[in-house]
């Protein structure tokens, strides 16, 4: 696997399953021998969002974020598309997609224990 951009492995693994889903979004839905210009942004835009994000190698899943920088409209298209993938991907491919959601557990795990570790010391 080639590490893309500057985070963890996981980072990068969740970034090709996102990938991987919108395609498969795409060329289910739009009918499409290859992916329209509208979900090829949208693969533009979560690349350049999750390969700038601020956090760097502490960065947990994006659903498990608390400073999101997805705007507000491309945040709820993606929950919508990952919703209606996610069975299909665990179907299509069901090791990757079991690495996707035990990485969203861990993540969820770390963020939840970060919070708590905030809420003490402030």
């Known amino acids: 696997m080639i590490v893309q951009n500057n985070h963890s ?3 990068q693994r969740e970034l090709n399953a996102v990938k991987a ?3 498969l979004y795409c060329k289910t839905l ?3 021998a290859i ?3 509208e979900c090829e942004s949208l693969i533009e835009y ?3 969002r999750v390969s700038g994000c601020r956090l760097g190698e502490d960065k947990p899943s994006c659903s498990h974020c608390i400073g999101h920088c997805y705007q507000s409209a491309k945040r709820l298209q993606m929950i919508h598309i990952l919703r209606w993938t996610f069975p299909r991907y665990l179907w299509r491919h069901p090791i990757r997609a079991l690495q996707f959601k035990l990485d969203n557990l861990h993540s969820a795990q770390m963020s939840a224990g970060k919070a708590e570790i ?3 010391t402030g």
């Open 21 to 23: 889903m919108i395609r």
């Open 35 to 37: 992916i329209c210009p």
């Open 30 to 32: 739009h009918r499409g």
């Open 118 to 120: 905030f809420t003490k």
């Open 9 to 11: 492995v996981r980072s």
């Open 46 to 48: 979560v690349e350049e």
